[in-house]
């Protein structure tokens, strides 16, 4: 029987890789995208392109408004977007977000009876979001399985993240290997409405060092 899996993708880089990783796996894909009120839809059109490129068995988009309680530079117009490098936890985090998105996601996996959802979080490159360290996924497959019908009926729930000990050049080579089409993909926090990057955020340097250092041609659009 195969085995179902729902897979968030944003649109960036790193999901798109997880979903490829996912189907490479025998995983029947249920992609799950977020409108929460970030600064630009170019990302959904990316999700949208790269479910179909990877044949999801459905790709639900679901709306929050993330933006009503602000607080990031991601979700509030008020706040820049840093372009340069700073301490400690970035103004582009996103309270409690990736709580929420597996918390939906987990809620989806209860209605059609999926044991594992799939989510690119990274404690390597990355931009020191609390929301994406190993402890964080740990605690949530915890209560994953305390709060649910199935985790109490003893179908266990899996939080996977297989993208969590590697670098972006890791997760670049091992996309491209699995047939990743990246030109499709937007990883920049303030991307134009043709999904053209800044080339100065924290996504976009961590996108172009990763191609960098893993020798392969960035094929992303720069504003």
Same mark, same amino acid.
């Given at each position: @029987?195969?085995? !179902?899996?729902?897979?968030? *993708?944003?649109?960036? %880089? +790193?999901?798109?890789?997880?979903? #490829?990783?996912?189907?490479?796996?025998?995983?029947?894909?249920?992609?799950?995208?977020?409108?929460?009120?970030?600064?630009?839809?170019?990302?959904?059109?990316?999700?949208?392109?790269?479910?179909?490129? @990877?044949?999801? !068995?459905?790709?639900?988009? *679901?709306?929050?408004? %993330? +933006?009503?309680?602000?607080?990031? #530079?991601?979700?509030?117009?008020?706040?820049?977007?840093?372009?340069?490098?700073?301490?400690?936890?970035?103004?582009?985090?996103?309270?409690?977000?990736?709580?929420?998105?597996?918390?939906?996601?987990?809620?989806?996996?209860?209605?059609?009876?999926?044991?594992?959802?799939?989510?690119?979080?990274?404690?390597?490159?990355?931009?020191?979001?609390?929301?994406?360290?190993?402890?964080?996924?740990?605690?949530?497959?915890?209560?994953?399985?305390?709060?649910?019908?199935?985790?109490?009926?003893?179908?266990?729930?899996?939080?996977?993240?297989?993208?969590?000990?590697?670098?972006?050049?890791?997760?670049?080579?091992?996309?491209?290997?699995?047939?990743?089409?990246?030109?499709?993909?937007?990883?920049?926090?303030?991307?134009?409405?043709?999904?053209?990057?800044?080339?100065?955020?924290?996504?976009?340097?961590?996108?172009?060092?990763?191609?960098?250092?893993?020798?392969?041609?960035?094929?992303?659009?720069?504003?």
């Amino acid at each position: @029987m195969t085995k !179902k899996a729902i897979v968030l *993708v944003s649109g960036g %880089l +790193d999901s798109a890789t997880v979903l #490829a990783m996912a189907k490479a796996q025998g995983f029947e894909c249920y992609a799950l995208s977020f409108n929460y009120g970030q600064r630009h839809t170019s990302e959904l059109q990316a999700a949208q392109r790269v479910a179909q490129q @990877m044949g999801v !068995k459905e790709h639900k988009v *679901v709306t929050l408004n %993330l +933006d009503d309680i602000g607080g990031s #530079a991601l979700t509030d117009d008020s706040i820049d977007v840093p372009e340069e490098e700073s301490d400690g936890i970035p103004v582009t985090y996103v309270p409690a977000r990736n709580t929420v998105f597996l918390s939906i996601a987990l809620g989806w996996a209860e209605v059609i009876e999926a044991q594992d959802i799939c989510i690119g979080v990274n404690a390597v490159d990355y931009s020191g979001y609390p929301d994406c360290r190993p402890e964080f996924i740990e605690a949530f497959e915890r209560m994953a399985n305390l709060a649910t019908k199935m985790g109490v009926e003893g179908q266990k729930i899996t939080i996977n993240t297989p993208l969590m000990k590697l670098s972006k050049a890791d997760i670049v080579t091992e996309g491209t290997e699995l047939g990743v089409n990246y030109a499709d993909t937007v990883s920049c926090y303030q991307a134009d409405d043709d999904g053209r990057a800044c080339a100065k955020c924290d996504a976009c340097r961590l996108r172009q060092v990763g191609f960098e250092q893993a020798g392969l041609v960035d094929p992303t659009r720069y504003q």
